[in-house]
């Protein structure tokens, strides 16, 4: 069965990348605007080069696209309690826009009052 998710939205967090044995993983999050004023809290992975470009090239805020497979991972917690988490592996992502960062310039020449 094959199923594919795309979204676009901000990212919540700058992507933090860790070793996964001969691999490296990115995780980040984006926040999608819905219906209205819901909005949806996705928690995402990317692997390798993919990962390292999405840290390097953009920060909390930034506007992307992804697309890849929904996963869950499940696992019991230390009291043997089942928990599971729902994240989108994302195999494609498109660098949108970047929000404006806050102008620390400050004015010269005379002030016209």
């Known amino acids: 069965m094959f199923q594919s998710y795309q979204a676009v939205g901000r990212l919540t967090r700058d992507t933090e990348v860790r070793d996964a044995g001969e691999h490296k ?11 209205k004023d819901e909005v949806l809290f996705l928690n995402c992975q990317t692997w390798n080069k993919q990962a390292e470009s999405l840290a390097a090239y953009t ?3 930034d506007k ?4 890849g497979e929904l996963k869950e991972d499940k696992w019991e917690d230390d009291e043997g309690n089942k928990r599971s988490k729902m994240y989108l592996n994302a195999n494609r992502i498109v660098f949108l826009e970047s929000k404006p960062q806050e102008s ?4 010269t020449g005379d002030v016209p009052f």
Not at 25 to 34: E, T
Not at 64 to 67: L, Q, R, T, Y
């Open 59 to 61: 920060k909390k805020g």
């Open 64 to 67: 992307i696209m992804v697309a």
């Open 25 to 35: 993983v990115g995780d980040f999050g984006i926040a999608i605007n819905g219906f």
């Open 104 to 107: 620390t310039a400050t004015p």
